[in-house]
């Protein structure tokens, strides 16, 4: 299907800015997944939360009502990420402390399948739960930005996911240089690579965890609460998202948080740029072709390191 | 509302002294007005959730009015009594749901639901076998297709409204504009619904009948991810009109944002779409009525000249903006199952069957809530029924065609 | 591995409680809504059992089993809509379309492990979703048969189904315990305790790996077409989404994973349950039954981390006397093979290394090694952490080919073959971290060493005796592995090594983290192999054990070879003092021990 250069440029486009959307959720995982080399199937749901926090913080009587459409939703974004940390911290410390690290560490799998059954518990709590707090109704966040656009040339860029690319850039700038150069952030990779020495290094390998989980969810809530300015959503709605967040973490590199950040990005730019050459209807099994194809040609993916050793 | 076997048989063994008394109540006093059950299966939980709560709020408040109306008369007074169960996030549920309804109520006379194309599907086989007479406002036509007896399809085929929605639109443009459309943009999501409408548009030769050639004709997987690529085809195409068929209303809300986006919002493109999620608040409430202005969709039900009343009634009831199609069937279905009994004089099922499939109404209750005769073909589909038209103005969506039963006048967007 | 009775019981159990549930279903359950939440219990059993196969045993887990189960789901239900084809018929071709898929995702995808491999396997389910929705295949109702509807598998009484999954679930139980007992299962859970280490013991993992996948997916996609009889109507997410993939998981580590009744366990408990909750819950106040579910299932993960099943079993177990001594345990002398005395010390050439070279990224782990171990003796390899010790070995056993130069064991070139191939030409290997199976006795985690030589299971056995005897374990041989000390784990894994008679051993620091007097015990038997003709390469740290215990040493530095020679030679060589030993090493020379 022949395709023209401004079809071409406007699908990249497209797929940077919804990528950049994808990117920051993985960051999320990709810190969780990195540091506690857990699975998080509850994930998407930690999105969901994030998308209605920034919903109650805008909307109606909603705090943030009085900054107006256009900085309301970004704050909203912003305050969702300490909200679901809140979160996630209290869910860390009573329940899934108990099947991963240093408090799984004994058992047969170090807890791997205490791990799965409880995020996919947590997940379904939290979208049934989601469910009778929020009720059905879609809703989103109300910002004219999802329907105005700045252009290049013929290439139109719609502002609210601009935005959003613009905050997601910066937040992985700025998780990259919390992961790298404060102690609390290498104390963080420390506990992922070797638990053990972390130990041994006086590093409280739960608490880094429960730090690593935390933020990791506190993160994608943000990203949801940035989606939420331009896509309506439910309680159900994270299911949709955990199968990209997992293909983007993997194909930029588990334990590489520079490389979830690509990843999601790259994922983006496949489900966007796919529609140029295949039908549209095969979007996503475009992006799992690429996902296996990288698993297959270099499984630590494009920024990770080999970590399964003899 | 629903009691399972095990919940009644523990109460009934551990409340024996008390049960007694009310049985030889029920013994000695003549006028104790008995029940008569019917069904609902709906998403409750899930993510369509939203639409169980519609149907249930229409069927709730039939099933409240018909009772203080007087019940069924040819029952002496017989009550409605209508269970629910919820069809949840997948088919198995929904088969299971149907299967306890029978199970635990064999005394059921009819039911409806359970709204998603595939739920229906699987619910209806249990019921079919069960001899159970069965309504439903899904579209598919694998659901009438079946060579089943008990089923009956309160909305016209999907492939019918079809070959109905285009050349309406078209006269309607024609009349509005003096201009005939020649081409035509599609853009449907892969649901079974649109891919029946796209069906026929494609390969059953809709598009030709009514002269018009496709420049835009995409189909997506919900959930849409972002309506770039597929607007900036209609961008370049510029067809004289676009045919949205998407079945989410999240869907919705993105291709109309980019329609705006792209310049083509607010009258520049027409729209015509096919469906009810194209008339829901929540549709209202995310993008706000500027860009629904003119936007047409052809729908199996909507409110109609001469439910003004019961509209009131409605909104007052849930505190709903306005009633939806999803609310005038889950009210029109008990409806439909009251006349049948009326009919039947029996609470039979069989019998409530064979009165649905002599049915023949134009005035009544029933009637009122569907638009056309409700009139049952040997395969379960209704026949001469008007493809009703909705058009959003000023923030509601009112029915514009067909003109007898219109609530407004329709108009063609222009530039 | 069970013995012949306790598999016979097993199979008595599985049929007895077939005929239970037939007998309880067809008197107490009347009403067809049961019978059909039964039949649905039985089937969902079945998949996790499936999935149990592959992953319960192997480790290697699955998130994406729903791609053989809506597989076969599609094809009983294009069979009948487009052919006409009975699910008589197309129901056990769907064991063929699994097995055809398991061989074809298998092939590349077990090159990849851990959570890379669970994934991927997410992926192709999923990504078929798309392309099922794409071929227009959104919803598809099998055809009501009027006429002849026993003749397509539609029954009027809901029990014709029960019996039909009954009858699916007691194959799956049989085929699960067949695979438990017989080497294919020994094999699988070796691969789960120590992949390398079983490859190294001459297991070939890929093919057990590929047939466990095959077969898990024959059952599953068997499983997944009678769903599909049974439900009617077949949509892609519903046979294909991630819900399947996660309720096959669920049951399974809820009720046991690895375990025979662990599956059953699960799906007996946890889908009335959730149909229940739906029932009781759902219009009451819709979402509460995914919340108490959630919460349920949390709660008992949390009680039981493996699962009900072990769970209750460590409870009994503990509860049981203190094991007897095994009647069936041989004595001494009489029942364990001969050993076979190898030549002593021929002086001809072992192993020979030439040029061998590897690099990993721009890293040159090991260059130019060249090394020649003449037959008989005791050899040590030393060297500071990162100097390509562990690497060396890892290229000789054939876990990493090396990008030059050759290998040549017994005249043999051996440069580019798998481990087990290897191994079967006589080399053993002995890993630095040791993890048994901690259920299992010392016998049974040591039996699978002797699968390549041993024609039945009655020789592996008597093979497995006689390498615990050698290494002075054999009166532990019926001795739970969960129990064991430090020394007696490392012999173990030493007598694992033995079993199939190796020519040459390659342990792996053996002698880390002992203390002195287990060191002794350990000193001893490595001396003793060595009389009996075995040619030891050793990597170790502990300097006095090494420097009394080998004839010759050599030192790796940064992945080349600076010194070889006796061990009161090497110690005194200025290269090897400045890499490792330090100064004070040169003045504590021992007079090396024979």
């Not at chain 1, 459409?69 to 899934?96: Q, T």
């Not at chain 1, 995020?119 to 989601?130: F, H, M, R, W």
Request: glycine share 10%; aromatic share 10%.
């Amino acid at each position: 299907m022949p395709f023209s250069e401004v079809d071409f440029l406007q699908a990249l486009a497209a797929g940077i800015l919804v990528g950049s959307a994808y990117a920051l959720m993985c960051i999320g995982l990709g810190i969780i997944f990195g540091s506690m080399n857990v699975i998080n199937f509850a994930q998407g749901d930690f999105l969901m939360l994030g998308m209605y926090a920034a919903f109650y913080l805008t909307a109606g009587y909603g705090v943030l009502a009085f900054l107006g459409p256009y900085a309301g939703p970004i704050a909203a974004a912003f305050l969702a990420g300490p909200v679901v940390f809140a979160l996630g911290w209290v869910l860390h410390r009573f329940i899934v402390s108990r099947v991963t690290g240093a408090g799984a560490a004994q058992t047969v799998g170090a807890g791997a399948y205490g791990q799965i059954i409880v995020t996919l518990g947590i997940s379904l709590i939290l979208q049934n739960g989601g469910l009778i707090l929020f009720g059905s109704t879609p809703v989103g966040v109300r910002t004219p930005l999802s329907r105005q656009s700045w252009e290049i040339g013929d290439i139109l860029l719609n502002q609210a996911r601009v935005v959003s690319f613009l905050v997601a850039v910066t937040l992985a700038a700025g998780m990259y240089l919390f992961l790298s150069h404060t102690r609390l952030g290498k104390g963080l990779r420390a506990a992922a690579d070797n638990p053990q020495a972390a130990i041994y290094m006086g590093i409280e390998v739960d608490r880094a965890h429960r730090l690593a989980w935390s933020i990791g969810v506190g993160i994608t809530a943000i990203a949801g609460g940035l989606v939420a300015t331009f896509q309506t959503f439910q309680p159900y709605v994270g299911f949709d998202f955990v199968i990209v967040m997992y293909a983007g973490v993997v194909l930029g590199g588990l334990g590489s948080n520079f490389g979830a950040f690509w990843g999601g990005l790259l994922i983006g730019i496949v489900q966007q740029m796919s529609t140029l050459v295949l039908p549209y209807q095969l979007q996503n099994t475009a992006i799992f072709v690429v996902f296996l194809l990288i698993i297959f040609l270099r499984p630590q993916g494009i920024f990770g390191r080999l970590s399964e050793r003899a | 509302m629903q009691n399972s076997p095990t919940r009644r048989s523990v109460t009934a063994g551990l409340a024996l002294g008390a049960v007694s008394l009310p049985a030889l109540r029920v013994g000695t006093a003549s006028a104790q007005a008995k029940l008569v059950k019917i069904a609902m299966i709906a998403p409750l939980s899930g993510p369509w959730a939203r639409q169980g709560q519609l149907l249930r709020q229409g069927a709730d408040m039939a099933v409240e009015e018909f009772n203080s109306q007087g019940g069924i008369k040819s029952l002496g007074g017989a009550k409605l009594e209508i269970i629910y169960a919820d069809a949840g996030d997948n088919t198995e549920k929904a088969k299971n749901a149907a299967q306890r309804l029978l199970s635990d109520h064999p005394d059921l006379v009819g039911g409806s639901g359970a709204w998603l194309s595939s739920f229906t599907l699987a619910v209806t086989e249990v019921t079919e076998r069960a001899q159970l007479p069965w309504l439903t406002l899904s579209y598919s036509d694998a659901i009438t297709n079946r060579g089943f007896k008990f089923v009956f399809q309160t909305s016209p085929t999907a492939e019918w409204q079809a070959a109905e929605t285009l050349p309406t639109a078209l006269k309607l443009a024609e009349h509005a504009t003096g201009k005939r459309p020649k081409t035509i943009g599609v853009i449907q999501d892969n649901t079974a619904s649109p891919v029946s409408f796209g069906k026929h548009l494609r390969e059953g030769g809709g598009l030709e009948k009514v002269g018009l050639k496709a420049t835009v004709d995409q189909i997506f997987t919900p959930p849409l991810s972002d309506a770039t690529p597929l607007v900036d085809k209609l961008r370049s195409a510029k067809p004289d009109f676009l045919l949205l068929l998407t079945s989410a209303m999240p869907d919705c809300k993105l291709v109309l944002e980019k329609l705006d986006e792209f310049k083509l919002g607010k009258g520049k493109m027409p729209l015509v779409g096919n469906g009810a999620p194209f008339g829901s608040p929540e549709l209202l409430n995310t993008i706000g009525p500027e860009l629904l202005e003119g936007m047409l969709f052809s729908v199996a039900n909507w409110p109609l000249k001469g439910q003004e009343e019961f509209i009131e009634r409605f909104k007052k009831r849930t505190g709903e903006p306005f009633a939806t199609q999803d609310a005038l069937c889950g009210y029109g279905d008990v409806a439909i199952l009251k006349e049948a009994l009326e009919a039947a004089g029996a609470a039979d099922k069989l019998k409530v069957a064979e009165a649905i499939r002599q049915m023949n109404l134009t005035t009544g209750p029933a009637a009122q809530f569907f638009p056309g005769p409700i009139k049952f073909d040997e395969k379960g589909r209704r026949q001469d029924v008007p493809m009703i038209f909705a058009q959003w103005q000023k923030g509601v969506p009112l029915t514009v065609f067909p003109e007898d039963r219109a609530l407004a006048k329709p108009f063609w967007p222009s530039v | 591995m069970r013995t012949r009775a306790e598999a016979n019981r097993q199979r008595w159990a599985i049929l007895g409680v077939a005929a239970a549930v037939l007998v309880l279903s067809f008197v107490l359950l009347k009403s067809a809504y049961y019978q059909l939440v039964l039949t649905q219990v039985l089937l969902w059993a079945v998949l996790s059992l499936a999935w149990n196969i592959l992953c319960g045993y192997s480790g290697y887990f699955s998130f994406g089993h729903a791609g053989f189960w809506g597989l076969g789901a599609y094809t009983v239900a294009l069979g009948m809509m487009y052919f006409d084809l009975s699910p008589w018929i197309s129901i056990p071709f769907c064991a063929l379309v699994g097995a055809a898929a398991g061989a074809i995702i298998g092939y590349p995808t077990f090159r990849l492990r851990g959570h890379y491999f669970a994934l991927a396997m997410l992926a192709y389910p999923l990504a078929t979703l798309y392309v099922f929705q794409w071929l227009g295949y959104q919803e598809l109702t099998l055809p009501m048969k009027r006429e002849a509807p026993l003749l397509y598998m539609q029954f009027e009484d809901p029990r014709g189904y029960v019996v039909l999954a009954l009858g699916l679930l007691v194959v799956a139980l049989l085929i699960s315990l067949k695979v438990e007992n017989s080497r294919f299962g020994m094999s699988l859970m070796a691969i789960k305790q120590n992949e390398p280490a079983a490859e190294a013991a001459g297991i070939n993992t890929w093919r057990w790996k590929m047939l466990a996948l095959m077969l898990s997916g024959a059952l599953a996609a068997v499983a997944g077409g009678l769903y599909a009889v049974i439900l009617l109507v077949v949509t892609p997410e519903t046979v294909f989404g991630m819900l399947v993939s996660a309720q096959a998981l669920i049951l399974a580590l809820f009720g046991g994973v690895g375990s025979l009744w662990g599956p059953v366990i699960g799906a007996v408990v946890l889908v009335p349950l959730a149909e229940g909750l739906n029932a009781e819950l759902g219009d009451v106040l819709p979402g509460i039954q995914g919340v108490v579910y959630g919460v349920a299932i949390i709660a008992i993960i949390l009680l039981a981390p493996e699962g009900v099943y072990w769970r209750v079993l460590d409870r009994f177990s503990k509860r049981a006397p203190a094991a007897e001594p095994p009647s069936q345990m041989p004595a001494r002398a009489t029942n364990i093979a001969p050993l076979p005395r190898a030549p002593v010390s021929t002086g001809a050439d072992l192993l020979v290394l030439r040029d061998i070279g590897i690099s990993f990224g721009g890293l040159r782990a090991l260059d130019g090694i060249d090394l020649t171990l003449p037959e008989g003796g005791l050899y040590g390899i030393i060297g500071p952490n990162g100097a390509g010790k562990t690497t060396l070995f890892n290229v000789i056993n054939g876990f990493l080919a090396s990008d030059s130069g050759a290998i040549t064991f017994a005249g043999e070139a051996i440069t580019g073959l798998r481990p087990n191939q290897v191994c079967r030409r006589g080399v053993g290997r002995t890993f630095q971290v040791v993890r048994a199976f901690p259920r299992m006795s010392v016998l049974e985690n040591v039996i699978v060493g002797a699968f390549i030589r041993a024609p039945t299971d009655a020789v592996a056995r008597d093979m497995a005796l006689a390498a615990l005897d050698r290494v002075g374990l054999v009166d532990q041989a019926e001795k739970i592995a969960g129990g064991l000390t430090t020394r007696e784990l490392r012999l173990m894994e030493l007598a694992r090594a033995l079993v199939p008679h190796p020519r040459l051993m390659l342990l792996d620091e053996t002698l880390a983290g002992l203390g002195h007097d287990d060191l002794g015990g350990i000193l001893g038997v490595i001396r003793q192999l060595r009389a009996e003709g075995i040619t030891v390469l050793i990597i170790e740290h502990t300097m006095h054990a090494m420097v009394q215990l080998v004839d010759h040493f050599t030192v790796l530095d940064h992945g080349r070879l600076i010194a070889t020679g006796r061990p009161q030679d090497v110690v005194r060589d200025s290269r090897v003092i400045e890499a490792y030993l330090g100064k004070k090493w040169s003045d504590r020379v021992a007079v090396p021990a024979k």
